[in-house]
């Protein structure tokens, strides 16, 4: 039987496994010595289960294949995003960027389409092109793509602002999940601006009711509350400016 064989494009299309996922798909592998999922083919090339085969092969464990007979590698790619977005394990970062990338084909294909028609006649652009893309361009196409992927609409959107805006660290970290799209788009520099004269605001309003003699000849009540406001400011304004000279 030949071998599998791995395409690196088809590869980096689905997001890696966290280290304690490889570690457990790993363990469940070996303890059942047999690999219950098959490796889905293309033409003999791999697109779903490169953990599961790199395992197998390392361990000398039997495996099943599954040759799917796809038209073309353009529809090979579909079925990979396809079937990556059907799993529950994706973080929103790549069930977007999978989204994005769908849209930007199908876009593309459409263009192909026309053009043979008679239509529009520019060439396409290539996959790596429209890997990068961090725009929708209409409306309706933001609503849609987040509709099929589940998520909201004001969240693809954020994400879309970090993708664009936000530095290669900040949009890694959404990514590995280390933070969430809500937290990362509000360390974006213009969302810090917005922060921080909100901020200023509330602490002019401090400074105007704050008495002469200071926050003790206030009412008790508002006196502590003046008190723990005032200093979380100071405290948020600080961090703040750590975070966005970091970002």
């Known amino acids: ?22 570690e457990q798909l790993e363990q469940n592998i070996l303890e ?34 599954v040759d799917l007979p796809l038209a073309s590698r353009e529809e090979a790619i579909f079925w990979i995003l396809d079937n990556q ?19 930007d084909m199908l876009r593309e294909k459409a263009r192909k389409n026309q053009s043979r028609a008679g239509g ?7 996959l790596s092109s429209l890997v990068s893309k961090p725009k929708l361009e209409s409306i309706d196409v933001r609503k849609s793509t987040a509709e099929d992927i ?27 999940s280390e933070l969430k799209i809500g937290t990362a788009h509000r360390l974006l520099p213009k969302e810090i601006l917005k922060q921080l004269n909100q901020y200023d605001k509330m602490l002019k309003f401090i400074a105007s009711t704050k008495p002469a003699e200071g926050f003790k000849t206030a009412a008790p009540e508002v ?5 723990n406001i005032d200093a979380l400011l100071c405290t948020l304004l600080e961090k703040l400016g750590d975070v966005g000279g970091k970002v």
Not at 2 to 20: A, G, R, S, T, Y
Not at 120 to 126: F, Q
Not at 151 to 169: A, D, F, R, T, V
């Open 1 to 22: 039987m030949q071998l599998p064989m791995i395409d690196k494009e088809f590869k980096n299309l689905i997001p890696p496994l966290l280290p304690e996922e490889r």
């Open 32 to 65: 059942a010595r047999k690999c219950y999922d098959p490796i889905v083919l293309w033409n003999g090339v791999i697109l779903d289960g490169h953990n599961r085969y790199e395992i197998c092969v390392k361990h000398g464990i039997e495996f099943q294949i």
């Open 85 to 103: 977005l059907s799993r529950r394990n994706l973080n929103d970062a790549a069930r977007i960027e999978m989204a994005l990338l769908k849209t």
């Open 120 to 126: 529009d006649k520019k060439s396409a652009g290539s």
């Open 150 to 176: 589940g998520i909201s609409e004001g969240k693809l959107n954020n994400y879309m602002q970090i993708k664009e805006h936000g530095s290669p660290e900040l949009l890694a970290k959404v990514k590995s």
């Open 223 to 227: 006196q502590a509350k003046l008190e």
